[in-house]
């Protein structure tokens, strides 16, 4: 005790507190924290996208606050799990639960004779957990949500697009930063009539709470010049720290949100008045013939790159759709014929 008593009255006169020499006596040691690899190959290839508008919504109904026109299709969540159904309403991917890995994945099932038939696994989409399918109006273009190897944090943004002659996905890819993160990032979808695009992420966020940004598709990918930009800059742009720095164009984004004004306002006539027309059959044949022209015209770019091989069975499939275009075209035409006789009688 008398020992103690000394140290600590010699301690007192050197100006150092017990405290202090506890400190002294165990350092802190440093963290090393070694970033995955990935993120700086992400980070190089950050698109260059104008983000236009944001908002914090509860998580639990995000997909409520989303203003997709009809067209889009409609996207459904039920205890956490999300489906879409197609805009005629026959066709349905949804992220269904599998307790034989306790994983969430894609699952497709189509409206034939009044019924929905059983879902079955999309092929060609990997084994990782999925969620929150949004499929493009070409009926080939496929967006999710997936957790797994691929992912550089919880769920990030994957696209594939089905390949008709496999009947299959291709392989899913990650559309990188600024849409995938190291957070969970949700759902990815394109609104093609409105030009506009959401996603959903829980970066920055509570636990209950996530954010949807509202931005303006790009035609073709952009990337942001990494020589013209430090890398503190970079890596803002691709967290999305302010929108406002990626607002190149004024005009353009003044434009984007005039056309967002209007989503909401269709979105809310459409819900609360129920004005919308219900789809007549000659709207339904005029959304086929649509589909199935984009089909056409991506199934002839990949014809011009493919092998002979290919290009052999690509051709008769070509031919046999022309050949069905054809069909829908004149059934246009007459539906057409008809409605103007009807209004004429009228």
């Known amino acids: 005790m008398k020992r103690y008593s000394i140290l600590l009255l010699a301690l007192l006169l050197l100006g150092i507190t017990p405290a202090d020499a506890q400190k002294r006596k165990k350092p802190a040691k440093k963290q090393v924290i070694v970033e995955d690899p990935r993120i700086a190959q992400m980070l190089a290839a950050t698109q260059q996208i104008m983000f236009i508008d944001s908002m914090v919504v509860d998580k639990s109904n995000f997909i409520s606050h989303i203003p997709l026109s009809s067209e889009c299709g409609t996207i459904e969540m039920k205890d956490s799990l999300a489906q879409f159904t197609n805009e005629l309403g026959d066709h349905r991917l949804a992220s269904t639960f599998d307790a034989t890995d306790s994983l969430s994945h ?17 092929q060609g989409i990997s084994d990782d957990a999925a969620n929150f399918p949004f499929l493009m109006p070409d009926g080939i ?8 190897e691929k992912s550089i944090g919880g769920y990030d943004l994957f696209v594939t697009r089905f390949d008709g002659e496999d009947a299959a996905f291709l392989k899913a890819e990650n559309i990188g930063m600024p849409f995938s993160s190291e957070a969970n990032d949700y759902l990815y979808a394109i609104d093609e009539r409105h030009q506009l695009g959401y996603f959903v992420t829980d970066r920055r966020q509570p636990a209950d709470k996530v954010c949807i940004y509202v931005f303006v598709p790009n035609a ?64 339904n044949l005029r959304h086929q013939a649509e589909v199935l022209e984009k089909a056409l015209l991506l199934a002839r770019n990949y014809y011009a790159k493919a092998s002979e091989s290919d290009r052999q069975t690509l051709r008769n499939e070509i031919i046999k759709s022309e050949k069905e275009l054809e069909t829908l075209q004149l059934e246009i035409r007459k539906k057409e014929k008809q409605q103007r006789n009807a209004t004429y009688q009228q």
Not at 141 to 147: D, E, H, N, P, S
């Open 141 to 148: 273009t496929l967006y999710m949500a997936q957790k797994g």
């Open 106 to 122: 894609i699952t497709i099932s189509d409206y034939i004779g009044n019924y929905w038939t059983t879902p079955v696994r999309a």
């Open 220 to 283: 073709t990918r952009k990337i942001y010049p990494s020589e013209a930009y430090s890398d503190e800059k970079l890596r803002s742009l691709a967290r999305i720290d302010r929108i406002s720095d990626t607002w190149y164009n004024i005009n353009a984004r003044n434009e984007a949100m005039q056309r967002l004004e209007a989503a909401k306002a269709e979105a809310i006539s459409g819900k609360n008045l129920n004005d919308r027309k219900p789809a007549t059959e000659l709207d």
